[in-house]
């Protein structure tokens, strides 16, 4: 989530100079020599102590005089102008790691794009049925075909890959020919970017349309951080130290199991198959087409293909789980996957699964396209849950649940996790966004529809909608009233960004900024508008700009007005929402007998720190065209007007009339009325507070 970057003041201080006392005092105790008893050589002690003292009382003066003119020369001189071009000691500075390299040379060229993968992977489990080295302990044998198309004249294949030991032998590259036919292409070497995560191999020219395939064939380790493939370990109810392993690959993770194109724009299918133990499961996010054994103590689990999807979304879990399971009302099998001694308490999630998944069936309009949905409980997990298309990862205490250990939170806390990443299959996995920068789309879409989702799952128990206000928006204008805050969709200069994208802005101010856009447009004609887009962009990517073109299908078909009396423009309203970083307070005024004015500045909560340099001049000059939403007198009915960017609303209301702006917190901004205002309010309240 979103972090404060360090004072640069903080870490540039000094270093502290060693006055070394306890060498001063030897140096002392050795100059002096011990008295003896003769007379000149006390006189000779005598003189040489005077000496000495003269000397101290000299030096202790030199340094009085040193430091008194030092603090008076810190106290009067004259403060330094500030620079914005080399001062950043007020701002948050524009990059938060500025080493390491850019996020453009991390970026794959647009020569070749992945059709397929086929990947084997032989799971070293420790623990089960197979008898292993310690060598291969916690490793992975890799065998791994990239099927390619070329799109651009190139000599080179550039994959994202991160920490293997490959060999020249690892390689082996083959094309079809025109009569269908795989004839070897010449490797001509292989060359390693450590730090900007790829591996390059050269090989002979490849032709623009040509299927080329690359073998790859290596081992991973099974890592022991909570990326990539990692191994888990818990205790069973006998004691004994059980490990599992399994996936996270979200932001850019996947390098580490799989040299491949670890972009979200590089979708592609998968096929997966697993060796693993006898003693364990396999799962990955195709439903299972066949389990055999191969060796003693080994079995091949294979999965059917998954859809075209990015390379984050891929997951395996290899372990000894137990799991409940159902169809759902639309025939999908739903199974949720834990520890033994927790199988019990899967049973809400569960429920929760299978009821949500066939709401958002209906909700999007489009069938969730794979025969199964797997959630499993992790015992070591980094975030609270991830999507993977198909099998879903939790931690534990986002998935299990039973009413004697667990209070109403948790309960709520699991459907809404459950809401959240089901919402996720459709706005991310179907569609996903094209680039890191615009994950908000991903994220806060997913924020905007759990509250729905949770509601369906509970019939309505929890009150999610206001519940939305509490947690999202208010913690979404906490954020974005600061300095540290960024715009929705921003550019990403530094590979750090990625992980920082994943931060209350993307989710909470994502929500909020949709949910003022679905309360514009009313919900059917939103929820109309997603249809477009989820039919337009299936298998593929898209941008925000996108989503715009989409609402505007609908809004254009249901004739919704915005500013200055004019059809809506989405693209031209939501940018100004989504380019720049911070919102509108939207303070009235009584304007003289009959009218009250409604003007807007940006709000911030504090003005001690500048926000980065690259955030600060938006080309939108901070000014809104707010959907203004207005409830006058005792009615119930709230009205939407419109501030123009450019000017401010005047609008007639009776002196003894009673008003309040933003009544459901559709909008996301924050509202004064003055101190006339507020009085009259308080007023109103005291005579009637319904
Ligand atoms: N896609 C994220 C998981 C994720 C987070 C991956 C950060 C990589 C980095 C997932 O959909 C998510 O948002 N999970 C939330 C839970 C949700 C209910 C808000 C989480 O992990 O906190
Ligand atoms: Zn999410």
Redesign the pocket.
């Known amino acids: 989530m979103l972090s404060e970057s360090p004072d640069p003041l903080l870490i540039s201080s000094s270093p502290i100079p060693d006055y070394g006392s306890t060498e001063r005092n030897n140096e002392m105790g050795r100059s002096s020599k011990p008295l003896s008893a003769s007379n000149s050589s006390l006189s000779f002690a005598f003189s040489f102590g005077m000496r000495r003292i003269i000397l101290i009382v000299a030096l202790v003066l030199l340094l009085a005089v040193v430091l008194s003119s030092l603090i008076t020369y810190l106290i009067t001189r004259p403060p330094r102008a500030f620079n914005p071009e080399t001062d950043r000691e007020d701002s948050i500075p524009d990059v938060p790691d500025s080493s390491g390299p850019s996020a453009e040379s991390l970026r794959l060229p647009k020569t070749l794009f992945p059709d397929n993968y086929r990947i084997q992977l032989k799971v070293h489990l420790p623990g089960y049925g197979a008898t292993l080295s310690k060598e291969r302990n916690l490793t992975a044998d890799v065998d791994l075909t990239i099927k390619m198309i070329v799109k651009e004249a190139t000599n080179e294949i550039v994959l994202n890959s991160k920490e293997f030991n490959f060999t020249d032998d690892s390689f082996a590259i083959e094309k079809k020919t025109r009569e269908g036919h795989l004839a070897t292409l010449n490797f001509i070497g292989l060359k390693v970017e450590k730090e900007l995560e790829k591996v390059i191999v050269h090989t002979e020219g490849l032709t623009v349309g040509e299927t080329i395939y690359l073998k790859v064939k290596y081992t991973a380790r099974i890592l022991d951080i909570l990326g990539g493939l990692y191994a888990s370990s818990y205790k069973d109810e006998a004691g004994n130290t059980k490990i599992m392993a399994m996936t ?1 690959m ?2 850019t993770d996947a390098r580490r199991m799989v040299p491949c194109f670890d972009e979200p724009s590089f979708k592609a299918t998968w096929d997966v198959s697993v060796e693993h133990p006898v003693g364990t499961i396999a799962l990955s996010n195709g439903m299972e087409t066949g389990i055999i054994p191969t060796s003693s103590g080994w079995q091949l689990t294979t999965f059917k293909q998954t859809p075209k999807m990015s390379s984050y979304l891929l997951a395996v879990v290899v372990g000894d789980l137990s799991k409940t399971e159902t169809t759902n009302s639309n025939g999908v099998l739903i199974r949720v996957w834990a520890r033994h001694e927790t199988v019990e308490d899967t049973r809400y999630a569960l429920e929760a699964g299978s009821k949500v998944l066939a709401h958002y069936d209906h909700y999007f309009g489009i069938k969730f396209p794979l025969e199964k949905m797997d959630m499993v409980a992790c015992p070591d997990f980094s ?5 993977n298309w198909g099998l879903v990862t939790y931690r534990e205490t ?1 998935l299990l649940y039973n009413s004697e250990t667990y209070g109403m939170g948790e309960k709520q806390r699991v459907a ?2 459950v809401a ?2 089901l919402a ?1 299959q459709w706005f991310g996995n179907l569609v996903t966004m094209e680039w890191w920068g615009d994950l908000w789309l ?2 806060g879409f ?2 905007l529809v ?1 509250y729905d989702g949770t509601d369906f799952i509970s019939d309505k128990n929890y009150h999610m909608e206001e519940e939305f206000v509490r947690d999202a928006l208010e913690g979404a204008l906490a954020a974005d009233s600061l300095p540290t805050s960024q715009p929705l969709s921003f550019k990403i200069d530094k590979s750090i960004e990625v ?1 920082e994208a ?1 931060n209350p802005i993307s ?1 909470d101010k994502g929500g909020s900024v949709l949910r003022m856009i679905r309360s514009v447009l009313g919900p059917a004609v939103f929820q109309e508008g997603l249809k477009v887009y989820l039919q337009k962009h299936s298998y593929a990517n898209a941008a925000a700009a996108d989503l715009w073109a989409a609402l505007q299908v609908a809004a254009d078909r249901h004739n919704i007005m915005g500013p200055r009396n004019s059809p809506l423009n989405l693209h031209h309203f939501a940018s100004q929402w989504t380019t720049q970083m911070g919102f509108p307070l939207v303070s009235s005024r009584r304007v003289n007998g009959t009218f009250v004015e409604f003007s807007q500045q940006r709000y911030k909560s504090t003005n001690a720190t500048q926000e980065r340099l690259k955030y600060r001049t938006p080309q939108l000059g901070f000014k809104w065209d707010i959907p203004l939403w207005m409830t006058r007198g005792s009615g119930d009915v709230s009205e939407l007007f419109w501030i123009d960017r450019d000017q401010p609303l005047l609008l007639p209301i009776p002196e003894n009339q009673f008003f309040v702006m933003n009544i459901d917190s559709y909008g996301f901004y924050r509202t004064h009325y003055g101190e006339e205002g507020w009085k009259r309010m308080g007023t109103a309240l005291a005579d009637d507070h319904k």
């Open positions: 996270q979200e932001p975030a609270g849950a991830m999507e986002d809404t996790v959240h990443e996720h991903n994220e997913a924020t759990e992980n994943f989710y």
